[in-house]
């Protein structure tokens, strides 16, 4: 029994965990240290990929988590809003990494149940000392169906992959970047029994940190710069794309959701669907050419023992200060770039006049506003940016900014709770149009439209909305495209603007294949 579970049964009080945060120098660019964590089961890349962009300060990377938290929706065989719960508790009472990790496993309220698994690992210490945003506490997702844990909805479609709707892993190493200022951080904690043997480890977890990364920096491995071109005369062929819905099935959902609008039960749907292709490389090949050509601000890999997680996603969906303001930035309203000068003025003269993207990006601003009254102090709910376009490689996006000031007797979670799914990819009013997305759409959202991203001890925050994103499991990619339908949405249109949304995926995929043909 560990330090941790001695507790819970009154025989021992451990030791408060030994936190050391120091100062690094790099040598290499920073995202390419995960290759000292990627390989390890449970390790996770925040990468802030594109730059220079107001969203792209920070970047970190985690490993070694002292425990790990994942919850499922469980069918039938449980109370509603309940939740398959299981706790990966990986440290011994001597604060050494458990051969045999001791599993606890119940029935019961997901995110009542990550608040006690926070507080059970928390590391005390005073945030305006932290040199970065996120320093201790949880990497992660919370996948689309966590909202199921919120709000009473049928769960009609399939899981496929089947993942845990919840993962979050309590990282002890975290190596952290701000690339305003080009300082780098280590950040590790030491646990056990006794103040000396949890200063012991927080040292030796340092230490042998230090030593990889000067390994590594003495033979680095070879810099990214796409993948090796195919052998002369060897046919590249593009990349199989299976999809639940062809063209004709995405248009007949787009007028099934159109009609929801017409008989007045909704306002605006964000419908999706599900593509699939093989992956023949290494999924951090296909991160590494997905971020060449797509970088983005929220841009992560995942490495669970289920799946990895690759991404390169724009768009912010909730963060939370150390003043404990709360933001979130919709996305609504996409064209694709111009082939020149001139194509790229009329594609950037389109979105900012057009009727529909405005309409879609003001209802999702207005849903989250009220999402944010729910929880935020009154009369401080607000919206700096309205409807400001922003320049990404494949796409140019609408988007606009709300901010609130979270209520003091809130915490993060109660502002996920309040907000959870983000709005961009439900619809309005959310709960009406996420049961006709279950009705519509033939299998679960998963990962997708959810959320990655850091939840500090501090309780700063920031989670992203996850789009442009693959999930692979067992040699196969998964990935989804979608787009808002309002009342004068074209079918058609809106099944083009998703495959515009899918060029840099397919891309990344093509370029891999290309070289492995």
């Given at each position: ?13 451990p ?34 990929a ?16 002292a ?12 109370p ?27 029935i ?48 009609l ?20 970047h ?57 046919k ?24 929801h609008i017409?008989a ?41 023992p ?33 082939k ?25 601003v ?77 299998v ?74």
């Amino acid at each position: 029994m560990s330090a941790i579970h001695a507790v819970r049964d009154g025989t021992k009080q451990p030791s408060p965990p030994h936190h050391i945060v120091q100062e690094v120098k790099l040598a290499l660019p920073f995202w390419r240290y995960f290759e000292l964590f990627r390989k390890q089961q449970y390790s996770c890349l925040l990468d802030s990929a594109r730059a220079p962009h107001k969203l792209c300060r920070y970047s970190f990377m985690g490993s070694d988590p002292a425990a790990v938290y994942k919850a499922k929706r469980q069918h039938g065989a449980a109370p509603e809003g309940q939740a398959r719960i299981e706790v990966i508790h990986r440290r011994g009472a001597d604060g050494l990494t458990l051969e045999t990790p001791f599993v606890e496993k119940k029935i019961a309220d997901a995110f009542n149940e990550l608040r006690a698994v926070t507080a059970e690992y928390r590391v005390e210490r005073a945030p305006n000392d932290a040199p970065v945003p996120f320093l201790t506490g949880a990497m992660g997702y919370f996948g689309y169906e966590a909202g199921y844990f919120i709000e009473k909805l049928p769960d009609l479609g399939k899981d496929q992959p089947e993942l845990p709707d919840i993962y979050m892993l309590f990282m002890d190493v975290v190596l952290a970047h701000d690339h305003e200022s080009g300082a780098s951080y280590l950040s590790v904690v030491g646990r056990g029994p006794d103040a000396k043997s949890a200063q012991a480890r927080a040292e030796a977890l340092r230490d042998e940190t230090l030593t990889r990364i000067q390994m590594m920096e003495k033979d680095p491995p070879a810099e990214w710069t796409g993948p090796k071109a195919a052998a002369p005369g060897a046919k590249s062929t593009p990349v199989e794309i299976n999809a639940h819905f062809d063209e004709a099935g995405y248009i007949n959902m787009v007028r099934a959701a159109k009609d929801h609008i017409t008989a007045g039960d909704i306002f605006e749907v964000c419908t999706t669907h599900r593509l699939d292709s093989p992956l023949r490389a290494d999924p951090w090949d296909l991160y590494r050419e997905l971020r060449r050509i797509n970088p983005a601000p929220f841009a992560c890999y995942i490495h669970l023992p289920e799946a990895y997680v690759v991404s390169s996603s724009p768009e912010r969906f909730l963060s939370l200060d150390r003043q404990r303001v709360a933001e979130s930035r919709p996305i609504k309203g996409t064209r694709p770039r111009g082939k020149s000068p001139q194509e790229e003025e009329a594609m950037l003269a389109d979105l900012s006049t057009n009727i529909k993207d405005r309409a879609e990006n003001l209802m999702i601003v207005d849903l989250v506003r009220n999402d944010f009254g729910r929880v935020c102090k009154f009369n401080t709910v607000h919206v700096p940016e309205l409807l400001v376009i922003e320049h990404y490689s494949t796409v140019f996006q609408l988007v606009s900014t709300i901010r609130g000031q979270l209520e003091d007797d809130k915490d993060p979670l109660d502002l996920i709770k309040a907000c959870f799914p983000g709005g961009s990819m439900t619809g309005a009013p959310k709960i009406e149009a996420m049961k006709i997305i279950d009705r519509l759409e033939p299998v679960k959202r998963g990962i997708y439209s959810g959320s990655i991203g850091y939840m500090d001890f501090s309780g700063v925050m920031d989670l992203n909305i996850v789009i442009r994103t693959f999930v692979v499991v067992d040699g196969r990619c998964y990935y989804n495209v979608g787009g808002a339908v309002v009342a004068d949405s074209d079918p058609r249109g809106e099944y083009l603007e998703t495959m515009d949304k899918a060029r840099a995926l397919i891309s990344a995929l093509n370029n891999l294949a290309g070289a492995t043909a």
